[in-house]
């Protein structure tokens, strides 16, 4: 069975994009949301394998969400997306417990790298 990711952008654009790649490579999308506070509620309905996060959101941002599902699941496995330039919150996003970023625009095989590598 494929493993079961959540995926977290407030871009619908950005988490089709996402989904098409996770499901093309056999994995299982079990949930998506648009903030950081619809994350935290996600991953607690659905203990997702890896939760790819946006960094920049509305409502509650994705360093903040990390932080909080880490509380919840010191285990975790999250995974940050980013803009180019973000390199001060991309640190942030590591000490606070991100497994590894991915850098918008996707390439589909350094999504699934960073997937196979957080999951191990």
């Known amino acids: 069975m494929g493993k079961r990711i959540l995926i977290v952008d407030d871009a619908a654009f950005m988490r089709m994009m996402i ?3 996770l499901s093309k490579n056999g994995f299982e999308v079990v949930g998506e949301a648009a903030d950081g506070a619809q994350a935290i509620e996600k991953f607690k ?3 997702p394998d890896l939760v790819t996060m946006d960094i920049t959101m509305p409502e509650m ?4 969400a990390l932080k909080e599902i880490k509380k919840i699941d010191g ?3 999250v995974i940050m997306c980013s803009a180019m330039g973000q390199q001060a919150m991309v640190i ?3 000490q ?5 970023f991915i850098v918008k625009p996707f390439q ?7 997937i196979q590598k957080a999951i191990g």
Do not use: N, P
């Open 19 to 21: 989904k098409d790649i």
């Open 45 to 47: 309905e659905t203990s």
């Open 61 to 64: 941002d994705g360093i903040t």
């Open 75 to 77: 285990s975790a496995k």
């Open 92 to 94: 942030d996003a590591i």
């Open 96 to 100: 606070a417990g991100a497994k590894d």
């Open 108 to 114: 589909s095989d350094r999504v699934i790298e960073a």
